[in-house]
């Protein structure tokens, strides 16, 4: 199992239909922003206009706190943006902080570049021209303290290089942003907009930062890079702050729920946003495939054996959690 | 006006608002294909999964005939994959049959190519590794012979390089495509969804080739590259059939309507597909100036300014067309 949301192995293994499972392998918010039906047919017929674009960049512009003066460009999920950005930097290594998303190191390998694994922004080697953080991370909900990506930043700024910064989870915790800093640094903020918004099908995201950078990315993307309907419920979705406000509340409460039923079926927490929670087992994989058998589906890794991750549920779905956890005993 | 499909210039100019206007300038059908509602939750909320990717993979591939032993990979609008195939393909200059659709040049000067325009794939030079050819061509709907393309992909071949063929009006005849040659040869056929199916705004197209080179371009796009919606429409409307039949004989009657009202008003033809007309003007200019006042938008060229292409219209359409003509006299 590669990446989480994915059930299509789960189905395969152990059966059932997907409306069977309890899905809590992903870090998405399971309580999606409503989206207005009907969408316009002109989202899904006409080719998106600048205007329909303007629209959501400016959306996006408030919603996120991005400067005046730093760019923004909307793609089709950060994916893609993951994927183009070790093609458009300039030469030379990346350091990456891990462990984190893979996808990362992925795109680096991908495109050719050296990869450093750093546990830590600080440990930067003299070679790393670029940096990925992600923040807050994924797995383990690590915050990067805002004075060190700076001062990393104008290090590798130094260099000619980018430092990226995958904010994907960061909705959550709108202070740990640093849109605020990429205007004058060579800072690359990845916004992702299915996460919080409990959209991830639709595909949208943002890169944020210095305006010769940010060009520079539109320019490969290419015109019409976002749908019309991701166009059209994105902005939509941005301008509604009650919504947002709301829904930090909703997640920290089920957040901490979660928290209980995991710690009281013998857990330990490691840590996690307000998307997901990581949790130590000493046999975390019977555990995954003990839950799996009773279709909830939740996320291991091949390189911690004895961590699970575990998006949030409703009550219905925790107190299904629960009693799976009180019946494997 | 860069791109046809845009009314953000037009409104800006003339007035109006977008449901006034009859929006001339592309070549997107405008019957599209109804969207079944509704789209299901899950398509909207969850990651895409394997098992959508691979539905819509069967349909692509039933509905463009392409051999067991080619590849094929979809990306959110061939656009996406007009943009990467430069930074993928190996070193050296490209030829690029002109005229035509512009953004194959954009791309390859954006990922630092040399460009080699062409009249003919048959004046195909030396230094040229690669080739691209869009086919019918747009906007004079000109046909490459089979042979002929076969020919220059079995010398690119011996060069190490990529014939990209862009058979993005190819829909609305089949026979033309190149895609039952692209297993063996470096081919790469680029399938645009949107436009034979009305549905631009989805962002869906497709690339058809060799498997080692479907497969580094996969590679490149990265996890989930459509949309979930594009996924769930795209696959269903592939595999109707009869639609795509019956659409193709309105296409062809509605085409030679508008021939009809081009020709009665003067102007010439000079090519086109079912989805669009070229014709000749002398004074073409002036003409779009004055449909443009009438909230009419048809597509003018900064190379051509002779020419101007029609899109498809209802009969009401044409009507408001031909009297549009009729009163600038």
Same mark, same amino acid.
């Given at each position: 199992?590669? @990446?989480?949301?994915?059930?299509? !192995?789960?189905?395969?293994?152990?059966?059932?239909?997907?409306?069977?499972?309890?899905?809590?392998?992903?870090? *998405?918010?399971?309580?999606?922003?409503?989206?207005? @039906?009907?969408?316009?047919?002109?989202?899904?017929?006409?080719?998106?206009?600048?205007? &329909?674009?303007?629209?959501?960049?400016?959306?996006?512009?408030?919603?996120?706190?991005?400067?005046?003066?730093?760019?923004?460009?909307?793609?089709?999920?950060?994916?893609?943006?993951?994927?183009?950005?070790?093609?458009?930097?300039?030469?030379?290594?990346?350091?990456?902080?891990?462990?984190?998303?893979?996808?990362?190191?992925?795109?680096?390998?991908?495109?050719? =570049?050296? *990869?450093?694994?750093?546990?830590?922004?600080?440990?930067?080697? !003299?070679?790393?021209?670029?940096?990925?953080?992600?923040?807050?991370?994924?797995? &383990?909900?690590?915050?990067?303290?805002?004075?060190?990506?700076?001062?990393?930043?104008?290090?590798?700024?130094?260099?000619?290089?980018?430092?990226?910064?995958? !904010?994907?989870?960061? &909705?959550? &915790?709108?202070?740990?942003?640093?849109?605020?800093?990429?205007?004058?640094?060579?800072?690359?903020?990845?916004? %992702?907009?299915?996460?919080?918004?409990?959209?991830?099908? *639709?595909?949208?995201?943002?890169? *944020?930062?210095?305006?010769?950078?940010?060009?520079?990315?539109?320019?490969?993307?290419?015109?019409?890079?976002?749908?019309?309907?991701?166009?059209?419920?994105?902005?939509?979705?941005?301008?509604?702050?009650?919504?947002?406000?709301?829904?930090?509340?909703? #997640?920290?409460?089920?957040?901490?729920? #979660?928290?209980?039923?995991?710690?009281?079926?013998?857990?330990?927490?490691?840590?996690?946003?307000?998307?997901?929670?990581?949790?130590?087992?000493?046999?975390?994989?019977?555990?995954?495939? !003990?839950?799996? =058998?009773?279709?909830?589906?939740?996320?291991?890794?091949?390189?911690? =054996?004895?961590?699970?991750?575990?998006?949030?549920? %409703?009550?219905?779905?925790?107190?299904?959690?629960?009693?799976?956890?009180?019946?494997?005993?």
């Amino acid at each position: 199992m590669k @990446h989480g949301g994915d059930l299509t !192995e789960a189905l395969a293994r152990h059966g059932g239909e997907p409306a069977d499972w309890l899905d809590l392998s992903t870090g *998405i918010n399971p309580w999606p922003w409503t989206i207005p @039906h009907p969408i316009p047919d002109s989202a899904w017929t006409r080719l998106p206009s600048r205007a &329909d674009e303007d629209g959501l960049l400016l959306a996006a512009r408030k919603a996120y706190g991005v400067p005046d003066d730093a760019g923004i460009v909307a793609a089709a999920g950060t994916q893609t943006l993951i994927q183009w950005i070790p093609y458009l930097a300039g030469a030379g290594a990346v350091a990456i902080v891990t462990p984190t998303y893979g996808e990362h190191s992925a795109a680096w390998r991908t495109g050719g =570049r050296e *990869i450093i694994a750093v546990n830590d922004l600080s440990a930067l080697p !003299e070679r790393a021209v670029h940096a990925v953080i992600v923040n807050p991370n994924n797995p &383990d909900g690590h915050a990067a303290d805002g004075r060190a990506l700076r001062d990393v930043a104008e290090r590798l700024d130094r260099r000619g290089g980018w430092l990226v910064i995958d !904010e994907a989870f960061a &909705d959550v &915790d709108p202070g740990i942003s640093a849109a605020g800093m990429s205007a004058d640094l060579p800072i690359l903020v990845l916004r %992702s907009f299915g996460k919080f918004y409990g959209l991830a099908g *639709i595909r949208l995201g943002f890169v *944020i930062g210095r305006r010769d950078i940010v060009e520079r990315i539109a320019a490969a993307l290419g015109p019409w890079p976002v749908s019309g309907p991701a166009l059209h419920v994105g902005a939509a979705a941005l301008r509604d702050r009650s919504w947002a406000d709301a829904m930090r509340v909703k #997640l920290a409460r089920q957040s901490g729920r #979660l928290d209980h039923v995991l710690t009281a079926a013998g857990l330990h927490l490691v840590g996690g946003t307000m998307l997901f929670r990581l949790a130590f087992h000493p046999d975390a994989l019977r555990l995954h495939a !003990e839950l799996a =058998r009773r279709h909830i589906w939740c996320r291991s890794f091949d390189w911690a =054996r004895e961590w699970l991750r575990f998006g949030l549920a %409703s009550d219905d779905g925790l107190n299904r959690l629960a009693s799976a956890f009180r019946s494997i005993g």
